[in-house]
């Protein structure tokens, strides 16, 4: 017969109850973790929602950790706190409203990552908090902005060095930097490319302003020093969209016409001229004059790639529109 202590109980009885409170211990714990997880996720299902959000507070805010989230039914006081019972209180906290500590910790924990197209020129902190980046990192590229910095490319995102090379190759499908198109675009937009200053943006204008606006990007290199390099290091940075108007190469009187880049002199606008009233309308077109000597090939073939208007009902003495 086993030995009893002194209370009369076997050492297997005190085993028992000493298991016994250790199963109630590990399933309290398990029970704590659960309701804590369910608050966390709680929180984060009304983080875009208008509803109010309730979070519990101990007697003591300075005792406030991010395990005290919870949720209660609405009922409140005028001065945003109820009692909750056991020395507690709620605290109500609305939409657009300042948080408590422990509500933004536990949101920033648990913000979910996302993935949408965003520009990260003028994309917010908070959408590149939504994007999968820390508060710190957000506040670093949109400092980086402040300063004067800019994303020409989507790899020039990537150099940031708060921009992991997991993270950009999430969002390179999704990052969206429109182009500068050069038939809209003013001298300060221009200044911004590389390679281009204001000599440079200051002729570009004045250059689309010549040309009646850009029909093609290539015509850049018209413009006297604008060499392939310096093309090819934008050329990816634009683009062109149709100019406002067609050319009126078969409407403008010789004054007009010489004043456009690619027919340069009076004696060559006099010859178009001619050509129209000596031939007829439907023999009208950029490769005729080129054949008849009037264009030099070089210049036929660029003028042929720009818009120009259709003859259409034309007077039989050319228009003097009044020289741009």
């Given amino acids: ?3 009893k202590d002194r209370k009369g109980e076997t050492p297997g009885t005190v085993f028992k109850v000493g298991g016994i409170a250790f199963a109630f211990l590990i399933i309290g714990y398990q029970s704590a973790l659960f309701i804590h997880r369910a608050a966390e996720l709680h929180i984060e299902a009304l983080r875009d929602r208008p509803d109010t959000v309730y979070v519990y507070l101990p007697a ?4 406030v950790t991010d395990g005290a989230a919870a949720f209660a039914p609405s009922g409140i006081g005028n001065n945003g706190f109820e009692s909750a019972g056991q020395g507690g209180r709620r ?10 500590p422990a509500v933004e910790q536990v ?3 648990t913000r979910k990552v996302e993935s949408f197209r965003f520009n990260p020129n003028t994309v917010s902190v908070e959408d590149l908090m939504r994007l999968g980046f820390s508060e710190k990192q957000a506040q670093a590229i949109n400092s980086y902005r402040a300063k004067g910095g800019r994303f020409r490319r989507p790899s020039d995102f990537a150099r940031s060095y708060v921009v992991a090379d997991s993270v950009y190759e999430r969002l390179k499908p999704y990052i969206n930097i429109p182009k500068l198109d050069i038939n809209k675009a003013d001298s300060a937009a221009f200044d911004e490319l590389p390679g281009i200053g204001p000599y440079f943006a200051a002729k570009m204008v004045e ?3 010549r040309l009646g606006g850009y029909s093609f990007k290539e015509q850049l290199m018209d413009i006297y020093h604008f060499d392939k390099e310096k093309y090819d290091g934008l050329n990816d940075l634009i683009v062109c969209s149709p100019p406002g108007n ?3 190469l078969w409407h403008m009187g010789e004054d007009s016409l010489k004043l456009h880049p690619y027919i340069r002199s009076w004696q060559t606008a006099h010859s178009i001229v001619l050509f129209r009233l000596s031939m007829p309308r439907e023999s009208w077109s950029v490769e005729a004059l080129c054949e008849a000597g009037i264009l030099s090939p070089e210049d036929a073939s660029r003028l042929a790639r ?3 208007a259709a003859p259409g009902a034309i007077p039989t003495a050319p228009e003097e529109p009044s020289s741009p």
């Avoid at 605290?91 to 408590?100: G, L, Q």
């Fill in 107 to 109: 949101r920033r924990r």
């Fill in 91 to 100: 605290m109500v906290v609305r939409r657009n409203a300042e948080h408590s």
């Fill in 306 to 308: 720009c818009r120009i």
């Fill in 1 to 3: 017969m086993a030995a």
């Fill in 60 to 63: 003591s805010e300075d005792d």
């Fill in 207 to 209: 250059y689309r302003r």
């Fill in 246 to 248: 067609a050319f009126r």
